[in-house]
């Protein structure tokens, strides 16, 4: 059973243009949620999304960055416009329906986004 | 507002003794979650150990153990018997019982010597 698969690993953009993240939950679990770690910082919830709809997003900037959760495919964060400030690491959990996060969260590996 | 707190931002150790991470929290709430993850530098997220605020008696999980004073909303991580494998960033983390939004630390670095 593979994890919480996220890609690209290291993604670099320049200012102005678009990122796009992508994160595959394990299997059975329709249940994403999106945290964003700066340098030296911890994570930080941006939002969360069960398939088709986004529950919580009060983690998220208000401009340039959308979540979603399709019903096929990954969940995919994306970020327009990119400035130097958005370079850190995306990080994607997934949990089944019906359990409560607080039993375990399962991160996958992240995502190292660097704007030049 | 809830917060998490790690006032360490590096902390060494030499193989095979014991060090003592710390953490500090503030809520209102009296149901919720504690757990510490690893954070090496392959960058993947692991849990380490988690503790139930209802529970009096402290998590262990083989060299890991914690200390929760739930009074003085305090949780460290004791870690015996270091290994140079234990290296990495440690991250204090907590959840209201019934929510989804962990909360994090800012991290303390462990350094292991040999």
């Known amino acids: 059973n593979a994890g919480v698969m996220q890609n690209p690993r290291h993604l670099v953009r320049r200012r102005g243009q678009e990122a796009r993240l992508r994160c595959s939950p394990m299997k059975g679990h329709s249940h994403v949620y999106w945290y964003r770690q700066l340098p030296e910082e911890g994570l930080k919830f941006m939002v969360y999304l069960q398939k088709e709809n986004i529950i919580d997003e009060s983690g998220m900037p208000k401009e340039r960055f959308s979540a979603e959760f399709p019903k096929e495919g990954p969940s995919i964060l994306r970020i327009q416009q990119v400035v130097r400030g958005d370079s850190a690491a995306y990080f994607c959990a997934s949990s089944p329906e019906g359990q409560p996060v607080d039993e375990k969260l399962f991160f996958g590996s992240g995502t190292q986004l660097s704007v030049l | ?114």
């Open chain 2, 1 to 114: 507002a809830q917060t998490v707190t790690q006032s360490q931002p590096e902390m060494s150790v030499q193989e095979a003794e014991t060090v003592t991470l710390s953490c500090t929290y503030d809520t209102s709430e009296s149901d919720y979650y504690l757990f510490w993850y690893k954070q090496p530098p392959s960058r993947q997220m692991i849990l380490v150990i988690r503790q139930e605020a209802y529970k009096q008696q402290n998590a262990t999980e083989n060299r890991f153990s914690v200390n929760f004073q739930k009074a003085a909303k305090s949780f460290s991580l004791k870690i015996s018997d270091s290994q140079l494998g234990d290296a990495a960033m440690y991250f204090c983390a907590f959840i209201d019982s019934g929510t989804y939004k962990y909360i994090f630390g800012t991290g303390t670095r462990l350094k292991v010597l040999a």
